[in-house]
Nanobody, 124 residues
């Protein structure tokens, strides 16, 4: 059973950086699709970034060039966030889409395992 445990996050000011981590346990050596999602106040949960088992990354247009997703040997999923803006505020979740490997599924409900969520707050 895959388990995801998040750490990081917090409160920073506009333009600063934060790093989110998601520890992965229960995996085999197979790398599956993984991703980061966020839910901002008054909005639905949105996809922020994904990484396939082959290491191919995709980003939401709003974070392209500022955020970087990486999968450290299938043991830790990281989201490095730079040049943060108030609109980046929200609860961030990591997730895994088992058994997707070579590509990531288009729908959130196809992500099978979720972290507990962590709050990120960006002040002006």
């Amino acid at each position: 059973q895959v388990q995801l445990m998040q750490s990081g996050g917090g409160s920073v000011q506009t333009g600063e950086s934060l790093r989110l981590s998601c520890g992965v346990s229960g995996y085999t050596s197979t790398k599956y699709c993984m991703g980061w999602f966020r839910q901002s106040p008054g909005k639905g949960r949105e996809e922020v970034a994904t990484i396939t088992g082959e290491g191919v990354t995709t980003y939401a247009p709003s974070v392209e060039g500022r955020f970087t997703i990486s999968n450290d040997n299938n043991r830790q999923l990281v989201l490095q966030m730079a040049d943060l803006k108030p609109e980046d505020t929200g609860v961030y979740y990591c997730a895994a889409a088992v058994p997707f490997r070579d590509y990531c599924p288009p729908q959130q409900d196809q992500f099978t395992n979720w972290g507990q969520g962590t709050q990120v707050t960006i002040s002006p």
